[in-house]
């Protein structure tokens, strides 16, 4: 998803290493990036960290996965772990550990067992590197920010950071972009795209998350210029090529496939402009060659493109939820592409529809209480049903408890074990049975009961990683980072 400098310098105490601190430089700014505990290679005791209970065992022959990138390894919410848990217990799922997080969407990356965690605490954004299994910090990096969210929703990051190569990526709300050695938080280089190429700082601040592609991290910068998709050396932070002249920044991730053979990157471009503008590009990941573009975008001026591309063989859907709806596009194998069908009450607001057979599950709406579970064929876009999950829940109130209408609304899905794992926006967790016949409710259990659960979900090695973003609606919990143990066991 689900947004001047002055010189200033910073100074932070790490245990046993007094004060440590190095200048970067921002554009013609001076700068001074705070690293708390960066060169440390084994993990230290969390202050913000409170552990449950340990795991359990993963159970023989498990298939288990990284999770190092925006919607996972192959990026579209499918998982290939097994032997997960099939039903929850009645207590509800335990914790395995818990951190205090501060503001932010942006999902958790995890290689191995490190897990890295970027979100904003008091007026810095952080990037916390974590021990997957009982979050023990590796090191935090930290540096100086002032964005404010104009619609008051959250103050952080947007982007979930990106991991290869031993490096980590992150792209901050302000259009700051790092790279970092995963091993010690050293930051290798950085640059502030926001003001280098003249962008838009978008509704919701950045947003886009980026994409490593071969030796490039890509990324839909939107310059009011062009370029619109930009590419930089991993290793260096040079600009490699740039792509692209009309469309502005997004909020959904660019994504990697080969189609015909041949590797290429689809990116979903559109953000704040008046005209409302954007669509899908298709891009030569070599060189920035644009194949085609294909206008996609409401009318409405306040409205973006946030839901990633879904690329299917040699297809493509994308989907917004503010007037145009879904529509399938047909790549050739010269790259040139026409639409196969459009359908316009199939429009996702910024999460990702996945495919199951020959059908297409989704989540249309933009509103809570409109936001609904939606099948449609997948050769026509038909749509086959329409569902809104409730159920009523009993929360506490002033006197005693009293009964509230909870339901999925602004869900996340994804698919995994031969099943699909819902997420629901109040912190619901769901195994949900989708076919052609229906939606059909096999488990569920309430997580916590927050509002705003809109960052995807995160499967590494059977542990569940849930980005609870706002405080608890009855207990008044912090907003927290949550680890479950979603391991069958033995």
């Given amino acids: 998803m689900v947004y001047p400098l002055l010189p200033f310098v910073r100074l932070r105490r790490c245990r046993g290493r007094g004060f440590v601190w190095f200048a970067c430089i921002i554009g013609s700014a001076t ?45 579209n919410m499918v998982s290939a772990e097994t032997k997960l848990l099939r039903e929850f217990p009645a207590a509800g799922l335990r914790p395995v550990w818990e951190m205090k997080k501060g503001e932010g969407f942006a999902a958790p990356a995890i290689l191995g067992d490190r897990l890295v965690l970027f979100h904003r605490v008091g007026d810095e954004e952080v990037v916390d590197c974590l021990q ?6 590796f090191w935090r990096v930290a540096y100086p920010t002032s964005y404010h969210d104009r619609y008051g929703y959250n103050h952080g990051p947007r982007c979930s950071p990106v991991i290869g190569g031993g490096r980590v990526y992150t792209y901050g709300a302000e259009g700051k972009l790092h ?32 994409l490593i592609e071969g030796t490039t991290l890509i990324m839909n910068v939107g310059a ?19 792509a692209g002249d009309t469309w502005g920044p997004s909020y959904a991730s660019p994504i990697p496939a080969t189609v015909h053979g041949q590797r290429r990157v689809f990116v979903f471009a559109g953000g704040e402009s008046d005209p409302a503008t954007g669509g899908l590009l298709c891009l030569d990941p070599a060189n920035g060659k644009v194949d085609f573009t294909f206008p996609w975008r409401g009318t409405r001026v306040e409205s973006v493109n946030a839901a990633s591309p879904v690329v299917l063989g040699d297809r493509v859907f994308v989907a917004e939820c503010y007037g145009s709806g879904g529509a399938l596009v047909q790549v050739s194998a010269d790259f040139t592409a026409k639409p196969l069908w459009q359908n316009p009450s199939f429009g996702m ?51 005693g408890t009293r009964d509230m209408t909870m339901g999925t609304f602004r869900s996340s899905l994804l698919q995994v074990d031969g099943r699909t794992l819902c997420l629901g926006e109040f912190g619901h967790l769901l195994w949900v049975e989708l076919t052609p016949a229906g939606y059909k409710e096999i488990a569920r259990t309430w997580l916590f009961p927050a509002s705003e659960t809109w960052t995807p979900p995160v499967l590494s090695r059977g542990l569940l990683y849930v980005n609870q973003n706002t405080r608890g609606m009855f207990r008044g919990e912090p907003a927290r980072l949550m680890c479950y143990d979603l391991r069958a066991g033995e």
């Fill in 31 to 75: 700068a001074v990036m705070a690293a708390e505990t960066a060169g440390r290679t084994n993990a230290q005791a969390n202050p913000d960290v409170t552990f449950h209970v340990a795991p359990k065992p993963l159970p023989a022959g498990a298939v288990t996965t990284d999770w190092p990138s925006f919607l996972g390894p192959t990026h």
């Fill in 132 to 137: 997957a299994g009982d979050g023990r910090r």
């Fill in 179 to 210: 790279c970092l050695d995963l091993e010690t938080g050293r930051v290798i280089w950085k640059r502030d795209l926001l003001a280098e190429f003249e962008g838009r700082q978008n509704f919701f601040g950045v947003g886009a998350t980026p």
């Fill in 224 to 242: 009011r210029k062009g370029p619109c998709v930009a590419a930089f050396d991993l290793a260096t932070g040079k600009l490699v090529w740039g």
């Fill in 349 to 399: 607001h910024f999460m990702t529809a996945i495919p199951l057979g020959d059908h297409l599950y989704g989540v249309d709406g933009h509103g809570p209480r409109d936001a609904e579970m939606v099948c449609v064929e997948l050769a026509t876009g038909k749509e086959v049903w329409r569902a809104q999950p409730q159920w009523q829940e009993t929360v506490p109130a002033r006197t």
